[in-house]
């Protein structure tokens, strides 16, 4: 029986990072046979605590909140040092042995970043939209790595299935405030100010559909429109 050791074989965990029932448990590999990869995976991962996760193409609700978050970052911070970045740049996190990597949904960096570079080593606020696939990770493993950055002043977590923002912030001590349908949301790291209506602006749930039909039957009812 031979003991060479078998060559690390790239294709292969490929393919099993595309099975579905392996995408919760991740899999093993070390810091650089992550970060020699990743840039050539055909699927996008994140890499925590010594595990490869694949990460699962977004409903069109998580797009849609993503999209008005980063959007809405985009125009208020135009011209200004901070940039606003959504899903494709990592973010290394220290660990006691080497580094975990992460992609945001939605990220602002204030530092000046290398345009061929890959990562955001200095983010100052953070949005992360949950989903079943990764809300556990969001809500316990990367907000306990996100809140040690030196840098990071907010941290920020949308539901998609119901309509709930909550946001962490370092000059709270990290406490979590919550905002509701009716509520604005003062992003304080960017001095931007967003209604909770409009981050979930097309966002397909019954909470937003049943604020959207009472908001039209009260239009309809409005002594104005009873004008014949």
């Not at 119901?162 to 003062?186: A, E, P």
């Amino acid at each position: 029986m031979s003991s060479m050791l078998k060559p690390f074989d790239h294709s292969e965990n490929l393919d099993m990072a595309l099975q579905p029932n392996l995408e919760a448990e991740g899999i093993m590999m070390s810091e650089q046979e992550y970060l020699m990869t990743e840039p050539d995976s055909q699927i996008r991962r994140e890499y925590i605590d010594g595990r490869a996760y694949a990460m699962a193409g977004t409903s069109i609700n998580h797009a849609r909140i993503t999209g008005n978050i980063f959007s809405e970052f985009r125009v208020h911070l135009k011209g200004k040092p901070c940039e606003a970045f959504a899903s494709d740049i990592k973010i290394p996190l220290k660990i006691e042995l080497g580094n975990n990597y992460v992609y945001p949904d939605v990220l602002v960096d204030c530092s000046t970043i290398d345009g061929k570079g890959y990562f955001s080593n200095s983010p100052t606020l953070i949005v992360e939209v949950l989903s079943q696939s990764t809300r556990k990770r969001d809500l316990t493993t990367k907000l306990l790595r996100y809140i040690n950055l030196p840098s990071l002043q907010e941290y920020v977590l949308i539901e998609q299935d119901f309509v709930q923002v909550q946001v962490l912030r370092k000059s709270n001590d990290w406490r979590h405030d919550y905002y509701y349908l009716g509520d604005s949301v003062i992003f304080e790291s960017i001095g931007l100010t967003l209604s909770v209506v409009d981050i979930y602006d097309r966002v397909d749930n019954n909470e937003i559909l049943e604020f959207i039909a009472g908001h039209q039957a009260g239009v309809q009812d409005h002594p104005l429109n009873q004008i014949d």
